[in-house]
C-alpha cells in the first residue's frame, strides 16, 4: 500500500491564481481531512469528508473547497490564492470505529504552498 | 480558548533523562485522545493512543485525567532518536471524524 500520497510536494503561486492539491488514499478509509500547519498554530482543520459524495468545514475552510467523488481522492482547491494561505498542507484519512470512536488518522507527506 | 493547549517548549535533556509532557484540552465531551509525534518538515505521526486507564508502549507512558482534562506523555530514558516535536490530539464525542490538534511540544534529545 501506498498509503496517502499528495502532490505537488512544493508549489509556488501568485495572489490571485487557482490551484488544486491532490490528495489520495489506497486504505479504504471512510473519513478524509485536510489541515494547514503554521508556525505555532499546530494542524488546523480545513475540510473533512466522512465518506464518498459527504463534506463538511472544519476549523479554517474559507477560501477553499473540496469535493469527494470517489473514496480514494479527496482534492483541495485553492480558488484564489493570498499569502495568508502560504502554508504546510496535509492530508489525512482515517477508518471509524464506530460508537464514536475515532482510528488513527494516517498523514500523507504534506504540500509546501508559497503564496506570492 | 483553544481545544488543546500544550507547552511549547523546547524541552532540553540529556540522553538517558525522564521527561514528562502534559496537555489540557478544554471540552469535557472529548471523547478519543491520541500523542503524535512530528519530526522536522515531515508528517505528523501516531505515537500511541490514549486510554482511560493509562497505557505503556516501552519506554513511553500516556496518562489520562479526565476530572483535570489533561493527557500527559512520560518518555522514560529519553534517546537521541526522541527528538521531535510531540503533538496532543483529541477528538469530540458524536464527531469523531474532527481532530483538534495541540501545537505541539518541542524535545530535544543531547548527548
Known amino acids: 500500500n501506498a498509503g496517502v500520497t499528495q502532490t505537488p510536494k512544493f508549489q509556488v503561486l501568485k495572489t490571485g491564481q487557482s490551484m488544486t492539491l491532490q490528495c489520495a488514499q489506497d486504505?479504504?478509509?471512510?473519513?478524509m481531512s485536510w489541515y494547514r500547519q503554521d508556525p505555532g498554530m499546530g494542524l488546523r482543520l480545513i475540510h473533512y469528508s466522512v465518506g464518498a459524495g459527504i463534506t463538511d468545514q472544519g476549523e479554517v475552510p474559507n477560501g477553499y473547497n473540496v469535493s469527494r467523488s470517489t473514496t480514494e481522492d479527496f482534492p483541495l482547491r485553492l480558488l484564489s490564492a493570498a499569502p495568508s494561505q502560504t502554508s504546510v498542507y496535509f492530508c489525512?484519512?482515517?477508518?471509524?470505529?464506530?460508537?464514536?470512536?475515532?482510528?488513527?488518522?494516517?498523514f500523507g507527506p504534506g504540500t509546501r504552498l508559497t503564496v506570492l | 480558548r483553544k481545544e488543546v493547549e500544550q507547552d511549547p517548549g523546547p524541552f532540553n535533556v540529556p540522553e538517558g533523562a525522564t521527561v514528562a509532557f502534559n496537555c489540557t484540552y478544554s471540552?469535557?465531551?472529548?471523547?478519543?485522545f491520541f500523542w503524535y509525534r512530528q519530526d522536522c518538515r515531515k508528517e505528523p505521526k501516531l505515537l500511541m493512543s490514549?486510554?482511560?486507564s493509562g497505557n505503556e508502549d516501552g519506554r513511553f507512558t500516556a496518562q489520562l485525567n479526565r476530572a483535570s482534562q489533561y493527557i500527559s506523555l512520560l518518555i522514560r530514558d529519553s534517546k537521541l532518536s526522541d527528538s521531535a516535536t510531540y503533538l496532543c490530539v483529541v477528538t469530540k464525542e458524536n464527531n469523531f471524524n474532527k481532530f483538534y490538534f495541540g501545537s505541539g511540544t518541542k524535545l530535544n534529545v543531547k548527548p
Open positions: 489525512a484519512s482515517s477508518y471509524s470505529m464506530g460508537q464514536g470512536m475515532a482510528d488513527t488518522q494516517y
Open positions: 490514549v486510554y482511560s
Open positions: 471540552n469535557s465531551a472529548s471523547q478519543s
Open positions: 486504505m479504504n478509509h471512510e473519513y
